[in-house]
């Protein structure tokens, strides 16, 4: 790239602190990893990061640029997402109400890559900060090569991230917390979804 040493440096730290935020995607990785373990976690982590990589590539292809120009695209697209995270939510809140010692069912690993992929591209904010990042980060006239070697930086960082959420949340002190109190989890789980799906469907292109 033709940017020193220290910018992708400062863009990569902020993208990892972006990437590691808690948000609809970090919940939905820690949730699994402490509910069903660490190759729930990971496969969670596998779906939302391959939803990152989508709208990167879309971002590179100009899709965010699409969506500030029609409005209509990013409401669309808003609108599924925020359904998408209700549904978690009245999920998470039906959990916390159903009776407690029912033994668990760990999903199929790919219904929750699934699930973490659907969190992901449901969010139409994802690519306008993939559009951003790249605006901000390349030099005018960048080539393609340029593009996708900064992609693929960010792209290695967000996965790094959800990769330690999955490892960090389904250890056994996590774990064993999360059992010990997972009623008032699945509550909290049930009203951070449910604010990220209400924060999303008011949410205005910038």
């Keep these: 790239m033709s940017m020193s040493l220290s910018d992708p440096l ?9 990437a590691g935020s808690p ?7 820690s949730g699994a990893a402490m509910a069903q373990g660490r190759g729930s976690g990971l496969a969670t982590a596998a779906g939302v990061a391959c939803g ?16 500030l120009a029609h409005a209509w695209v990013f409401s669309a697209v808003k609108v599924v997402g925020a359904a998408y995270l209700l549904y978690l939510a009245a999920r998470s ?10 033994p668990a069912t760990v999903p199929p690993r790919g219904r929750l890559f699934m699930r973490g992929l659907l969190v992901h591209l449901t969010n139409p904010k994802a690519v306008l900060a ?6 901000v980060a390349l030099p005018g006239g960048a080539g393609a090569s340029q593009v996708w070697q900064l992609f693929a930086l960010l792209f290695a960082t967000s996965a790094v991230i959800f990769v330690a959420y999955a490892l960090a949340f389904s250890v ?5 917390g999360y059992a010990r109190l997972q009623r008032a989890f699945d509550v909290a789980f049930g009203m951070l979804f449910g604010a990220a799906g ?5 949410a205005r292109l910038p």
């Design 198 to 202: 209400l924060k999303l469907l008011t």
């Design 172 to 176: 056994g002190p996590v774990a064993r």
């Design 93 to 102: 809140l039906w959990r916390a109400w159903q009776a407690q010692g029912a």
């Design 52 to 67: 990152s990589a989508s709208w990167g590539v879309a971002a590179a292809l100009g899709m965010s640029a699409l969506m």
């Design 130 to 135: 993939w559009g951003a990042v790249f605006a």
């Design 10 to 18: 400062l863009i990569i730290a902020a993208w990892a602190v972006a």
């Design 23 to 29: 948000g609809p995607a970090t919940l939905a990785i």
